[in-house]
């Protein structure tokens, strides 16, 4: 079975993610724009640097070609948000895009973008995975590529420069060129490199790049630009005095950020500091948008600007929704995706990347300075995040004893409510709360826990294990 988790589907290669299942899934897709009527405008794709990223989008491009579906293919590893983008920008109903985003090596994937270049939401990729749980291995019927090209259906477009132009357009590169700023990318051997140096050469900032090349293994690590897996662009930021480090997932739509004192901000601080210098800085007005396992600092700030900050299940599409629905400045998560009021509606790495660059021209300040001045201003929060992997028995006994029993630990907090919008979110009085949840992405138990004091957060983490028995 071929199901949509919160960011697209993902499987490990050789196992579920094959030809076969490439094609089934594209068989359905092209089922359901036919019976929508969509079919004549056609389809993106695009596809990461991934272990067979690019022949999955050649195959599954045969199948749309087979049914008469134009497609139209970068035909170039490049960022998700592109893709994205070119779905917004040109009106098409639905677009791919072949990556497994920070998913381990082993994982590739197909993310599904519909109409205003937003992350198929739940009904959609239900509607997705109806349509592909009708198709037969009969009805699977492939053009051959290169018959595709010279028939017309399937043709090679090359829009990172509108892409680029878009977000150029909408950064203060003035500002930026004034500031002569020295920024170092680590990519994470990913898609971002050549879209974030292009935007920081025009604003004449120095640029230096670790981890550019291709591999698929991604240096052995997680492409997830995390506290562990960026030690080395910390070292090389503070080794080479750069005033910032940017790093970016496989598909760069997540950004992780090292200050100029080596530190790593936490994607939490990200969205933070970016909240931040769009209400005092730009001076716009709206909310903050974020998902049920990231901080309450947005809330803080949103507050003390006259502003509300919503809260909303794990997954993108939900973000972007209600980001639309109350016209929101900025939506984000703490896995380190955001996107922002103008920009595209999902997460996108390299606008982030500019957006933060920008920032620091337009104050005149270091980010550890901005950093501070948001803490001094609002208070300290720390949060605790840990990984629990598990056998389908111990998932199922998990489930049961909090999601259906709505069996509690014995926490030694004042519990102000509780929430199974996504999981189980306790809210202390004390304005702390840990959730526990399952990954919609890989198999893991997620438990995230934010109280005014680490050790705190901590001891409610091990209480959580204890009482799971993880």
Same mark, same amino acid.
């Given at each position: ?12 290669i ?8 490439i ?9 359901k ?36 579906i134009?497609?139209y293919?970068?035909?170039?590893s ?16 639905y ?9 381990p ?73 004034e ?49 562990d ?19 970016t997932?496989g ?9 100029d ?31 049920? #396992?990231?901080?309450?600092?947005? &809330?803080? /700030?949103?507050?003390?600007? $006259?502003? +509300?900050? @919503?809260?909303?299940?794990? *997954? ?21 995706g ?7 509606h999902?997460?996108?790495?390299i ?24 803490r ?14 598990f ?14 029993d709505?069996?509690?630990? #014995?926490?030694p907090?004042?519990? &102000?409510? /509780?929430?199974y919008?996504? $999981?189980? +979110?306790? @809210?202390?009085?004390?304005? *702390? ?6 990954s919609g992405?890989e ?12 050790e ?15």
């Amino acid at each position: 079975m071929i199901k949509f988790g919160t960011g697209g589907w993902r499987a490990i290669i050789g196992d579920e993610f094959t030809k076969a299942n490439i094609q089934r899934l594209s068989q359905g897709l092209a089922a359901k724009m036919k019976h929508e009527g969509v079919d004549g405008e056609g389809i993106v794709m695009g596809y990461d640097r991934r272990f067979l990223s690019k022949e999955a989008m050649h195959w599954a491009a045969e199948i749309f070609a087979a049914q008469n579906i134009k497609v139209y293919i970068i035909n170039h590893s490049e960022p998700t948000p592109l893709v994205m983008f070119y779905v917004e920008k040109h009106q098409l109903h639905y677009g791919m895009m072949v990556t497994a985003s920070h998913n381990p090596a082993i994982y590739n994937g197909i993310k599904i973008f519909t109409y205003g270049g937003r992350d198929a939401d739940e009904i959609q990729t239900q509607e997705i995975e109806t349509y592909i749980g009708q198709v037969c291995d009969e009805d699977i019927i492939a053009m051959d590529y290169d018959m595709g090209v010279e028939k017309g259906l399937i043709i090679d477009i090359r829009p990172r420069n509108e892409y680029l132009d878009n977000i150029i357009k909408e950064i203060d590169m003035n500002a930026i060129r004034e500031r002569g700023l020295r920024i170092v990318l680590d990519p994470m051997y990913g898609v971002s490199e050549t879209s974030l140096k292009t935007i920081l050469l025009t604003a004449r900032c120095e640029v230096e790049t670790i981890h550019e090349r291709h591999d698929t293994l991604f240096g052995g690590k997680l492409p997830a630009p995390n506290v562990d897996t960026l030690r080395p662009l910390q070292n090389f930021v503070t080794d080479k005095h750069f005033d910032l480090g940017i790093a970016t997932d496989g598909d760069a739509d997540r950004i992780g950020i090292i200050d100029d004192t080596g530190r790593f901000l936490h994607p939490n601080d990200i969205l933070v500091v970016l909240y931040y210098y769009l209400v005092k800085y730009r001076g716009w007005h709206g909310p903050a948008v974020r998902n049920i #396992a990231t901080t309450h600092m947005l &809330d803080r /700030i949103a507050a003390k600007y $006259g502003e +509300k900050c @919503y809260e909303v299940p794990v *997954g993108f599409k939900y973000i972007s929704s209600k980001m639309i629905e109350t016209n929101a400045i900025l939506g984000g998560e703490s896995s380190g995706g955001l996107t922002v009021r103008g920009h595209i509606h999902g997460k996108d790495g390299i606008y982030a990347a500019a957006l933060l660059v920008e920032m620091l021209a337009v104050t005149g300040k270091k980010l550890s300075e901005i950093m501070d001045g948001i803490r001094e201003e609002f208070g300290q929060i720390h949060m605790e995040e840990r990984d629990y992997k598990f056998t389908p028995e111990k998932k199922y006994e998990i489930y049961n004893r909090i999601l259906v029993d709505k069996e509690l630990p #014995a926490l030694p907090y004042d519990v &102000d409510k /509780i929430s199974y919008l996504d $999981g189980c +979110k306790i @809210y202390f009085k004390n304005g *702390g709360w840990v959730i526990a949840r399952f990954s919609g992405t890989e198999p893991l138990l997620r438990i995230f826990c934010e109280m005014g004091q680490p050790e705190d957060a901590a001891n409610v983490c091990r209480i959580f294990e204890q009482f799971l028995n993880i």
